[in-house]
């Protein structure tokens, strides 16, 4: 990560989250004032587009998988329940690429040990995946893991966007005593980590080794047919176009396909309708 609070600048990430939140994704995060408290940019004075991405952001780095992954865990977002024993904690970020664009539908399996340092090996305890939303955040409920012998405190993850290799690694927590002796701690993997009234708040964004696509020339609205032969019923498919406000079950056309929109949002470049089956559907 290469926001530097003590620099005091605003990075492009900072600057893209503040765009992201004035779209029409912003509802997806009224009540994740996780993300919102945690952003510098919430200074008081108004945040300008950025015009370049020039973070030139590393990959997030890759950390050991550990023996107690098991696959096929619960699509959830919240690892607790009624009588879950521990320190709340949630974990929230955003998913970008190396361009810094957001990552939507990315999938983030997360795995970590109880209070008392033990994972359910049996069960599904404190494991869950989600997706990211269509502004690449999400949000994770959960408790402060225990520490097992051998290890500083730590959340397993596995991140992946849509058809893409999986990245394989760890969170960590700042100012753990044992940070300075576990072999596989990773100062880059630190969450950013305060402490609330409701349990810990911690942040992490993660940047996945992957660029994508960026969109082709639209054709305006104006030029040439739909595309035929078109499937049935959507003779009404208008030309996809960033900074378009859709509806569920608008139709559009891109790249000679039609696709549905799945959920309402404002499109933007890097959104395009193959880059994110989460918001649309081809037909
Ligand atoms: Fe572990």
Aim: glycine share 10%; charged share 15%.
């Amino acid at each position: 990560m290469s926001e530097d609070p003590a620099a005091g600048n605003l990075t492009r990430k900072t600057l893209l989250k503040a765009a992201v939140l004035a779209t029409a994704a912003a509802p997806l995060l009224i009540g994740g004032s996780v993300a919102l408290a945690r952003d510098r940019g919430a200074s008081g004075r108004p945040l300008a587009v950025t015009p370049d991405c020039t973070d030139g952001d590393q990959p997030t780095h890759d950390n050991i998988e550990g023996p107690y992954f098991k696959p096929d865990s619960p699509l959830r977002n919240s690892l607790v329940g009624p009588g879950t024993v521990g320190t709340p904690l949630t974990v929230s970020g955003y998913v970008f690429d190396l361009s810094c664009r957001p990552v939507a539908g990315a999938l983030l399996d997360f795995w970590q040990a109880d209070d008392s340092g033990a994972y359910d090996n049996t069960g599904f305890d404190f494991r869950g995946h989600q997706f990211t939303n269509a502004d690449g955040s999400y949000q994770l409920t959960t408790i402060v893991p225990g520490l097992y012998p051998g290890r500083t405190r730590h959340i397993h993850v596995k991140a992946q966007a849509p058809g893409q290799p999986i990245l394989t690694t760890q969170l960590y927590f700042p100012g753990e005593p044992r940070n300075s002796t576990d072999a596989y701690f990773d100062p880059a993997l630190l969450m950013t980590v305060r402490q609330a009234d409701a349990g810990n708040q911690a942040s992490f964004d993660f940047v996945l080794n992957l660029t994508q696509p960026s969109p082709t020339p639209t054709p305006t609205q104006s030029h040439g047919p739909t595309p035929s032969p078109s499937p049935s019923g959507t003779a009404a498919a208008q030309p996809w176009a960033p900074d378009t406000a859709y509806q569920a079950g608008d139709l559009v056309t891109y790249g000679g396909a039609v696709y549905q929109c799945l959920q309402a949002h404002t499109s933007m470049t890097g959104w395009e309708p193959p880059a994110v089956p989460s918001l649309w559907q081809r037909l």
